[in-house]
């Protein structure tokens, strides 16, 4: 079921921002279905949708217009997954907060050097050797570290 959903397309004035939001409870298969459709699309917020894959992020991969990518708390985007967001060369903004990647997955992010802003606050097996990489990221603006070590 729907609870929110906005597709904006392509014939709307170039000032507006083609978005979409898939919201908790949201299967993801109708990016899958839409993902053709959405050529422009600008911003994608799939925050807290159980459903992300690496399967699933194929089809984001091929969303090369996208500016914003916010996956925060989707749990089954993992490094595997992300290999899949490299063709966004666009992307300024992404968000992997509370997702299940380590190191590995912050390298592959760090191949996307046009984000400005990245918060991977809360990722647990991120460690020194993973933040070393984010010097790649020479646009970068914003960054969210936080919580990187759960507090026992």
Do not use: W
């Amino acid at each position: 079921m729907m609870s929110r959903e906005r597709v904006v397309y392509p014939v709307m004035p170039p000032k507006k921002r083609p978005r979409l939001e898939v919201t908790t409870g949201t299967t993801f298969s109708l990016l899958i279905v839409r993902s053709s459709q959405l050529t422009t699309l600008r911003t994608l917020h799939l925050a807290r949708c159980q459903y992300v894959t690496a399967f699933g992020l194929e089809y984001v991969g091929a969303l090369t217009s996208l500016r914003l990518l916010d996956m925060e708390r989707s749990n089954f985007v993992t490094d595997e997954g992300l290999e899949h967001i490299i063709p966004l060369a666009n992307l300024q903004k992404l968000n992997v907060s509370e997702c299940n990647i380590t190191d590995s997955g912050l390298a592959t992010i760090c191949r996307l050097t046009s984000v400005q802003e990245l918060d991977v606050g809360y990722s647990f097996e991120i460690t020194d050797e993973g933040i070393a990489s984010i010097a790649a990221l020479t646009e970068l603006r914003s960054l969210n570290l936080g919580r990187l070590q759960p507090d026992y």
